[in-house]
């Protein structure tokens, strides 16, 4: 039996380069002041269905369950966040900076850098529509990646605004209906032949093309490079008009992170959506709000080719799972003894391992090694006394078994401060 298609199983190592990347995104989004919520993994397929666009909702793993309702498992969560804020907007000082990590569904193709399942880190503000906000979020989203070991050689921000192209269709006359599927047909044209794009854009096809070819200018754009110049951060950014975004409820500026040699799928995406809220609440709350989501899939792939993101992960992991002690028990008469002992050291927080039967000594010590342990206990002939190997510095000592807690808190406490 395989795993369904587009989904994962994680063995242990997967699981620490997940909780690796987990413990980052929650690190930096601390540091910007976020705090932590979540929402349901199930909604109704209505949500979805009003506020997020086409083609999401082509990809939406839906079903009807066992009360008749139209389900669907979450593909994204600002939908979810639109419909918590407009009911509880009241218990909140604004702004909010919310942060959530979380696994999302969608049922798309399985490519590189597309699952069918993934998890993401979102990050919104809701409740300010000043420009610093905007700036302050892809701040955010930089030094998130900045946190991995990228720099500016690595990944890139491309920043945008959709009213260049809503100001467009606006002065063409173009029916709002027809909105949501012209931006995505010009959200995709760079990943399409240019005969295709045309042909769907119609006659909008030449002035779509005149400012892609100019590239788009703005003083707003401009004022969000000032203000990431003024962090340090400008290098990280470039204004690209031709980023768009998927998604049908973007008012704003937005933006998506990509990797540098252009080799992979999106990192991360976001942007304004000052609407979103009044639209969930039939206009009972009006808020503006803007965001991003970043996903672990391609973040994994960007870690993985960059030697110095995949170093310090692995650096990461591998001190993250060393054990503290390895009990090494020579006669199985000490067992009892060691085990008694174990029960203290673990009661005192201490990553404590042994072998379960009976094993050759020389191939505990290995294990200890393999264990990445500090510190090797012995249970032997000695006893009363332990033997005392520390398995950095090979030196050995005799310690009475009274007390020995205290010594090796004693060691972990030299340690620590050496
Ligand atoms: P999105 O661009 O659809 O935005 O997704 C954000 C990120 O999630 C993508 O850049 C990508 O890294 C990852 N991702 C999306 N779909 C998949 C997939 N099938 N497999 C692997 N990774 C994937 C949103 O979801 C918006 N709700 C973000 C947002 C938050 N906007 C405002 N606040």
């Not at 009976?358 to 012995?378: I, P």
């Amino acid at each position: 039996m395989q795993p369904l298609p587009g989904f994962r199983d994680f063995l242990p190592n997967d699981c620490a380069a997940r909780n690796y990347i987990f413990a980052r995104w929650r690190d930096v989004a601390r540091r910007y002041g976020f705090v932590e919520w979540d929402g349901p993994l199930l909604e109704p397929t209505d949500l979805y269905r009003k506020k997020s666009g086409a083609e999401i909702v082509d990809q939406l793993f839906n079903f009807i369950d066992k009360g008749e309702r139209e389900v669907a498992l979450r593909p994204e969560l600002t939908p979810t966040l639109a419909r918590v804020i407009a009911a509880h907007e009241r218990e909140f000082k604004k702004p909010l900076k919310w942060f959530s990590i979380g696994q999302f569904f969608r049922y798309e193709k399985q490519q590189r850098g597309r699952l069918r399942e993934h998890f993401q880190l979102n990050c919104d503000i809701v409740g300010e529509a000043a420009l610093a906000t905007d700036i302050e979020l892809i701040a955010l989203g930089i030094d998130i990646l900045r946190a991995f070991g990228f720099t500016e050689k690595d990944f890139v921000v491309r920043i945008s605004d959709r009213e260049f192209w809503t100001e467009l269709l606006r002065s063409k006359n173009v029916s709002t209906d027809r909105w949501d599927e012209l931006l995505q047909v010009i959200d995709k044209s760079e990943r399409e032949p240019r005969a295709k794009t045309i042909e769907k854009l119609g006659n909008l096809a030449d002035p779509v093309f005149a400012i892609l070819g100019e590239g788009g200018k703005s003083e707003k754009l401009e004022q969000i490079v000032d203000g990431l110049h003024t962090r340090g951060l400008s290098d990280y950014v470039d204004v690209d008009v031709r980023i768009v975004r998927g998604l049908a409820y973007y008012t704003g500026v937005v933006f998506e992170v990509f990797d540098r040699a252009g080799k992979l799928r999106a990192i991360a995406g976001g942007g304004r959506y000052d609407n979103l809220i009044e639209q969930l609440s039939d206009g009972a709350i009006s808020m503006p709000a803007l965001g991003f989501a970043m996903g672990d899939v391609v973040l994994g792939e960007l870690i993985n080719e960059t030697p110095r993101a995949r170093d310090a992960m692995k650096e990461a992991i591998a001190a993250e799972h060393k054990i503290d002690v390895y009990i090494v028990i020579a006669k199985e008469q000490r067992r009892a003894d060691a085990l008694a002992q174990i029960q203290q050291l673990r009661d005192r927080g201490y990553r404590v391992n042994y072998p379960l039967t009976a094993e050759k000594v020389g191939k505990q010590f290995q294990t200890a090694e393999d264990l990445g342990a500090s510190l090797a206990l012995l249970y032997g002939d000695e006893w009363p006394q332990v033997k005392v190997k520390n398995l950095t510095t090979r030196e050995e000592s005799l310690i009475a078994h009274q007390g020995l807690p205290d010594n090796v808190a004693k060691f972990f406490n030299v340690t620590a401060s050496a």
